[in-house]
């Protein structure tokens, strides 16, 4: 049996990174890394691009991830262009808007459609229907494909959003269509009513993940991953598929090549928090790559492959039983991050 991990952010952003990593003690995963092979090689479109190139899923002016999600959420994609519409909290911070995806907010299904109602009166002329199949998962379906690319919402969260909007030939009628969004939003009962509670509003709409229904090919694998786009994609490929176990010893028994999406480091590193990346590092150190060393010792995986995908190159490494005995193969844990 072969094990990936797929851990994003588990190499930090460089801003945070020193910090991080200072006197940061992760044994197990220091031994794994040391000892492996490792590869990088460059690429571009961080999880979401990495998980379609694996599944075999081409790239179109985006990532095709819409209507594959939209498949999985029981909608219908046909041959029609989709474009993921996600509901999302704009922040002034002096000059600029910084994004607050739904990680941050509560927001129900009827919320949900009361603000997909506004948007399709207000836009009918324009072809465009909202289509909010879960509260934080919203479609938009287009007449004609634009001529534009974007940014995947987990790109932009807790960023601001300028260098992020949309590009293209289409691409500033898209910008306009963004600041009529946030007036319409910003102008129904709905908001007040969720800033009375002491609730964060929501003021815009995140467009990603353009495309039409990509066809992908049945894969041999068992996927495990609380992510909606990996889910839909192993949904989509007919891989077995479930949501993140506690720790590693549940693979235990497992005869199946499996894909595990660990996203522990994700929302620390979207916002800078460098405390909340140290906590998830220790987590995953406890419950994923200490059981695994043992689990490479006894021979009860083949191989463990640790896989952290990024904005323009993944690095990939690769150990083996035989591997972990390469006792003179040493480094620092800063150095392996690096």
């Not at 999302?88 to 808007?97: G, I, M």
């Not at 994004?99 to 941050?104: E, H, I, N, R």
């Not at 709905?190 to 800033?195: G, I, P, V, Y």
Request: one cysteine or more.
């Amino acid at each position: 049996m072969i094990i990936t991990l797929l851990i994003p952010d588990l190499i930090a952003p460089p801003e945070m990174r020193d910090a991080a990593l200072d006197k940061l003690a992760l044994p197990a995963l220091q031994t794994l890394l040391a000892r492996a092979n490792k590869t990088t090689v460059s690429a571009e479109g961080g999880l979401d691009g990495w998980l379609c190139r694996a599944f075999g899923v081409d790239k179109q002016q985006d990532w095709p991830i819409a209507p594959v999600t939209l498949q999985a959420d029981g909608g219908n994609a046909g041959s029609d262009y989709w474009l993921r519409a996600d509901p999302v909290h704009l922040r002034a911070t002096r000059d600029k808007l910084m994004l607050v995806d739904s990680g941050a907010f509560q927001i129900n299904q009827a919320e949900a459609e009361t603000y997909a109602q506004a948007f399709n009166a207000h836009f009918d002329e324009e072809g465009f229907i909202l289509y909010p199949l879960r509260p934080d998962r919203w479609y938009l379906k287009l007449d004609r494909p634009p001529t534009l690319t974007t940014q995947p919402l987990t790109a932009v969260t807790g960023k601001h959003v300028d260098p992020y909007l949309p590009r293209g030939k289409d691409g500033l009628k898209w910008h306009r269509l963004y600041n009529e969004i946030q007036m319409l939003f910003f102008s129904l009962p709905l908001n007040d009513a969720r800033e009375m509670r002491g609730e964060l509003t929501v003021n815009s709409i995140w467009l990603w993940g353009g495309g039409t229904c990509p066809q992908i090919a049945a894969a041999r694998m068992t996927v495990l991953a609380n992510d909606s786009t990996a889910r839909a994609i192993a949904f989509a490929a007919a891989c077995p598929n479930d949501t993140v176990p506690q720790d590693a010893n549940t693979l235990a028994g497992s005869m199946d090549d499996t894909l595990v999406l660990l996203e522990h480091l994700r929302g620390a590193a979207q916002y800078g928090d460098i405390i909340g990346w140290r906590e998830g590092m220790q987590q995953l150190e406890t419950d994923w790559f200490a059981p695994l060393v043992k689990m490479l010792k006894s021979g009860k995986i083949a191989e463990l492959r640790i896989i952290a995908p990024g904005v323009t190159e993944n690095t990939e490494w690769r150990v083996t039983r035989s591997g972990l005995l390469k006792f003179w193969k040493r480094a620092s844990l800063a150095s392996l991050l690096r």
